[in-house]
């Protein structure tokens, strides 16, 4: 990412370009069967992924933020956040960040030439799926207790433990993750490092983890025994917190939460009319004050990567943006939740796979009771919000 360069009403111009690139991408260039599965929230398999992630890559978008020594179009932080909430705010399936937004990154920042070489294409073309191994049981707001541990073992380590909550594991190929690298001359931090793991190899069994929404989206990792060859290190040894938290920053510059708010009070305002309440002032003042709390976020969102791309930023911004944007999007599903009424209950998630309508109420009524029981989580992963208020707390208000 190069966040220095162009100047800020330069990045603004190109933003609003390529907003209205993805807008003609999404009404002309996607395939129909995508975008109304994806429109309809219904439910997308691996494959409907995989083509999504080769249309953004067609179009040059999947690695836009990355440098151009690299494949990528040198986007400033702005031109990045816009293309995530554009595509949010249209109801396009989420970019899978795993390879393009978080490992990738890490392996053209502190890989080495041959890891670039070897993993930079297959992450930018779609060909390795990836996913984020960093949580355990007992380490997840406190990862620095992970207890999988790397032992050295001539050219390779053997790596044991396990991991939690791996989103997609079940479709990787290969994960990233933090491990344990134990010296006893080192405080506890710099015994982590950050390896590559081939989900292939022998002693790796992903288990899949039931959430409530009837999906599969995360699972256990157990490793037992892994072999992994030295030159999946990633950086030096002992390091790999450094790195971690490189990638964390990362995570949490999400343009795709003010986009999926904005996704959502659209289709608020259509729910209140279909539910003929288009006049109940008590459900208009109830859908107005989201409406403000959505103007705010995204002023403070557009202020705050501005501030980051300046370098006058307090460093709290990506919290303040994850903290505030989840906690509204959440309050915002409810809101069209409950408007769905009945609808909202029969919820069908044999539907959703099938594609096929709910038994009642509107035909995205399914996919919208799917999303916000997904959603609960979104004030835990990547963060919790009590970690974030933290966060702001310390970095931000000085306390
Ligand atoms: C749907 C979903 C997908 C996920 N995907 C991934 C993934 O792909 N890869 C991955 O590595 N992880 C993933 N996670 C894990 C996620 O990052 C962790 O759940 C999160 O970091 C919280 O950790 P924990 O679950 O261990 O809860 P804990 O850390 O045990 O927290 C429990 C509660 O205590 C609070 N708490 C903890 N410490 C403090 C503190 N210091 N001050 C105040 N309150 C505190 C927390 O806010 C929370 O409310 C996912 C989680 C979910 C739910």
Redesign the pocket.
Known sequence: MNDSHPSIPEARARADALRAQLRHFHAQVMPAGLRRKSEHHQVLDKADYALWMRLLQEQGWAIGHWPAAHGGRDWSLLERFAFEEELARLGCPWVIP?GVKYVGPVIYAYGSAAQQARFLPRIADGSDFW?????????????AALKTVALRDGYRYRVSGQ???????QWADWMF?LVRTPRADRRPQQQISFLLVDLRSPGVSVRPIA?MDGYR??NEVWLDEVEVPLDQLVGAEGEGWTYAKYLLKNERTAGAIPGMVLHALARLRRAAVEAGRGADVALAHRIGELELRSIALRAMAYRGVEAMMASTDHGAEASLIKLRGTELYQDVAETLVDLLGPAGVAFDIDALHAASAPPLGPDDAGGIVKDHL?NR??T????????Q??IVAKTALGL
Request: glycine residues 14%; proline residues 3%.
């Open positions: 795993f996913c984020q191994g960093y949580s355990e049981p007992g380490a997840g707001s406190d990862l991991k939690v909550w791996t989103t997609y594991a993750c959430t989206h995360v997904y989580a979104a835990i992963f990547g963060g919790a919000s009590e970690i208020r933290n």
